[in-house]
């Protein structure tokens, strides 16, 4: 599998940053997660601007090159390069390891893993569980993608139990989103969603998404707040991943759920 480190095309295993490099000793860095669909970047331009916002939030200095043209040909170039035609894109930009953290320039990179399919739907024995452990932080720049090295931990009891992903809750003890995403509770023709407020990173396919149902008029969606006992009340559960698809939630506890209505709902992607 071939990245894009800088522009140059390199295989995985022989790409190499320095050790001195802010993103790999303080995550300095931050990413934006798209889908690419029969040889196209979904939303591109969207994802664009919100890569942008994102570089500005960190005070980073864009080059004058990152344009919206430069962003879709860099992506198109890796894409040509592993003969992908569907799959998840991950485009990290980060500053390079200059000691004046106000001169320091802008690297990136992007690689991308090959699916079968236009979008996934997870579907399996999908248990989730609400992480204690570690609270969100709802604070501005807390909503950018970015390194978090408590979720680190968070991983490891997922691994440890077996979950197919965990709930994050912020510091008033609201689900804020997963571990792996953005958590979409469905009861009747009601879909319900932790606001952006609550500790929701800003999300390309998120704001789509419902855009694109409420539009629909089969269901609709509300952002509110919510506490995590309300997921034993819920028909359905589903994650919405980045760059990915949905994950189906099949069972939190004793509590199981049906997967009717998030199939229907899967054709909004």
């Known amino acids: 599998m071939k990245i894009n480190l800088g522009g140059v095309i390199v295989e995985k295993a022989n790409a190499e940053i320095g050790i001195q490099n802010r993103a790999?000793?303080?995550?300095?860095?931050?990413?934006?997660?798209?889908?690419?669909?029969?040889?196209?970047?979904?939303?591109?331009?969207?994802?664009?601007f919100n890569l942008m916002a994102s570089m500005r939030i960190y005070r980073m200095n864009i080059p004058l090159d990152f344009t919206p043209e430069f962003f879709q040909e860099q992506i198109n170039l890796l894409a040509e390069a592993n003969q992908t035609k569907s799959g998840k894109v991950e485009f990290f930009a980060f500053r390079n390891d200059e000691e004046d953290y106000l001169?320091?320039?802008?690297?990136?990179?992007?690689?991308?893993?090959?699916?079968?399919?236009?979008?996934?739907?997870?579907?399996?024995?999908?248990?989730?569980?609400?992480?204690?452990?570690?609270?969100?932080?709802?604070?501005?720049?807390?909503?950018?993608?970015?390194?978090?090295?408590?979720?680190?931990?968070a991983e490891i009891y997922r691994l440890e139990n077996d979950y197919a992903d965990i709930i994050l809750l912020n510091a008033n003890k609201k689900m804020a989103r997963s571990l792996r995403g953005n958590i979409f509770v469905v009861n009747g023709e009601t879909i319900r969603t932790p606001k952006k407020e609550e500790g929701v990173i800003?999300?390309?396919?998120?704001?789509?998404?419902?855009?694109?149902?409420?539009?629909?008029?089969?269901?609709?969606?509300?952002?509110?707040?919510?506490?995590?006992?309300?997921?034993?009340?819920?028909?359905?559960?589903?994650?919405?991943?980045?760059?990915?698809?949905?994950?189906?939630?099949?069972?939190?506890?004793?509590?199981?759920?049906?997967?009717?209505?998030?199939?229907?709902?899967?054709?909004?992607?």
């Open 202 to 269: 800003t999300s390309v396919l998120r704001n789509n998404f419902i855009t694109k149902i409420n539009k629909a008029e089969e269901f609709k969606v509300e952002e509110v707040e919510i506490f995590p006992f309300e997921i034993q009340k819920a028909e359905e559960v589903f994650i919405l991943i980045d760059g990915v698809g949905i994950l189906p939630i099949t069972k939190n506890r004793k509590k199981e759920y049906t997967l009717n209505k998030t199939k229907s709902i899967f054709k909004y992607l």
């Open 24 to 48: 790999f000793r303080n995550g300095d860095a931050v990413k934006e997660i798209l889908r690419f669909v029969n040889g196209e970047i979904i939303d591109w331009e969207d994802h664009y």
């Open 103 to 153: 001169k320091a320039s802008i690297n990136y990179l992007i690689s991308i893993e090959n699916s079968e399919n236009d979008w996934e739907f997870l579907q399996a024995e999908n248990e989730i569980d609400v992480y204690k452990d570690y609270a969100i932080n709802t604070a501005f720049y807390s909503l950018v993608n970015t390194y978090r090295p408590e979720e680190n931990i």
